[in-house]
């Protein structure tokens, strides 16, 4: 094999790869490098440069740079509290810090000041929330089915099925929530498809977590 067909093979395999890719990052670096290795192949195979090939490769090339400085500029710009970047890094380490902004402002935070019925039984909840301090308790009438503590969700069945809550969910004073509503959330995640993957994961696991 010639020295030359090296830098057209790994082209191909790495343009390959980045279709395996489920991070768009990664998939665009390893695109990027593919590119290189693609640009100088063409232009040393023949005689003559094939510039037709080497136009479209380097506009490939700089599609992809330029959306990786731009993520870059939009991560380095979200800035977090200390509540929010201890959230980012426990439950979503998998999305990027300008996907999880856009999380955080599809919702807000709330700090429950007394005993509040976050959810009652039988009647429609369009509300979905992650405890981050304090608790919940769980009740059925008089009898209490379950304490729900940091990191838990509240409402996912609703969110998930749209019917209606079988249980009052009541939370104690001084807890801090992140709340969304349904029909916000749901259009922010039919938005962005890998945080929809990476979202409807925590609710599976939530829910796995309480059986």
Same mark, same amino acid.
């Given at each position: 094999?010639? !020295?030359?067909?090296?830098?057209?093979?790994?082209?191909?395999?790495?343009?390959?790869?980045?279709? =395996?890719?489920?991070?768009? &990052?990664? =998939?665009?670096?390893?695109?990027?490098?593919? #590119?290189?290795?693609?640009?100088?192949?063409?232009?040393?195979?023949?005689?003559?440069?094939? $510039?037709?090939?080497?136009?479209?490769?380097?506009?490939? =090339? !700089?599609?992809?740079?330029?959306?990786?400085?731009?993520?870059?500029?939009?991560? *380095?710009? #979200?800035?977090?509290?200390?509540?929010?970047?201890?959230?980012?890094?426990?439950?979503?380490?998998?999305?990027?810090?300008?996907?999880?902004?856009?999380?955080?402002?599809?919702?807000?935070? *709330?700090?429950?000041?007394?005993?509040?019925?976050?959810? &009652?039984?039988? /009647?429609?909840?369009? *509300?979905?929330?992650?405890?981050?301090?304090?608790?919940?308790?769980?009740?059925?009438?008089?009898?209490?089915? @379950?304490?729900?503590?940091?990191?838990?969700?509240?409402?996912?069945?609703?969110?998930?099925?749209?019917? /209606?809550?079988?249980?009052?969910?009541?939370?104690?004073?001084?807890?801090?929530?992140?709340? $969304?509503?349904?029909?916000?959330?749901?259009?922010?995640?039919? /938005?962005?498809?890998?945080?929809?993957?990476?979202?409807?994961?925590?609710?599976? &696991?939530?829910? #796995? @977590?309480?059986?």
């Amino acid at each position: 094999m010639e !020295t030359i067909s090296i830098f057209g093979n790994l082209s191909f395999a790495l343009s390959a790869l980045s279709f =395996l890719m489920q991070d768009m &990052s990664r =998939l665009r670096l390893i695109a990027i490098v593919s #590119a290189v290795f693609g640009i100088f192949y063409n232009y040393n195979v023949t005689e003559s440069p094939l $510039w037709l090939v080497i136009f479209w490769l380097s506009t490939f =090339l !700089t599609i992809n740079l330029s959306m990786l400085v731009t993520e870059h500029i939009r991560n *380095k710009s #979200a800035k977090f509290n200390k509540d929010e970047q201890e959230l980012f890094e426990t439950l979503f380490p998998e999305l990027s810090a300008f996907e999880f902004l856009q999380l955080l402002n599809a919702g807000s935070w *709330k700090t429950i000041r007394s005993r509040e019925r976050f959810i &009652s039984a039988q /009647k429609e909840n369009f *509300k979905l929330a992650l405890i981050w301090r304090g608790q919940a308790r769980v009740l059925k009438g008089k009898k209490v089915l @379950a304490n729900l503590k940091r990191g838990t969700l509240i409402g996912e069945i609703s969110f998930l099925t749209g019917e /209606k809550p079988t249980a009052d969910v009541l939370l104690e004073r001084g807890s801090l929530i992140l709340a $969304w509503d349904h029909e916000k959330l749901r259009r922010w995640l039919s /938005k962005n498809t890998d945080a929809a993957s990476i979202f409807q994961r925590l609710i599976t &696991s939530d829910l #796995a @977590a309480k059986i």
